[in-house]
Nanobody
Framework: VQLQASGGGLVQAGGSLRLSCAASGRTFSSYAMGWFRQAPGKEREFVSGISWSGGSTHYADSAKGRFTISRNNAKNTVYLQMNSLKPEDTAVYYC????????????????WGQGTQVTVSS
């Protein structure tokens, strides 16, 4: 499977961005999908995940109320809508896939995509 993330960029604090991750190579609709991020000098951290059906979602505390994850299985794509962005959201954002949402949320995805840079200026 290959994951291609896009949608990153430079935005002012309070602004919004929508990240997309297109998957190819296997049955997208059978797997959980998620987003992680890594800021300079910090470890990679879980941001949000969604079950194969889209019926269950999970968010890190830092993302709750501001970020929304969704997926379109017909388009093999997962999205992360990020609102009210803060400078501390600045990081490289990675999409990932795994067997289930719990495993993914605990930081054990099966496949990583390449990252997309998000920079939030103050």
């Amino acid at each position: 499977v290959q994951l291609q993330a896009s949608g990153g960029g430079l935005v002012q604090a309070g602004g919004s961005l929508r990240l997309s991750c297109a998957a190819s190579g296997r049955t997208f609709s059978s797997y959980a999908m998620g987003w992680f991020r890594q800021a300079p000098g910090k470890e990679r951290e879980f941001v949000s995940g969604i079950s194969w059906s889209g019926g269950s979602t999970h968010y890190a505390d830092s993302a709750k109320g501001r970020f929304t994850i969704s997926r379109n299985n017909a388009k093999n794509t997962v999205y992360l809508q990020m609102n009210s962005l803060k400078p501390e959201d600045t990081a490289v954002y990675y999409c990932a896939t795994g067997q289930d949402l719990v495993t993914l949320s605990n930081g054990y995805p099966e496949v990583w995509g390449q990252g997309t840079q998000v920079t939030v200026s103050s």
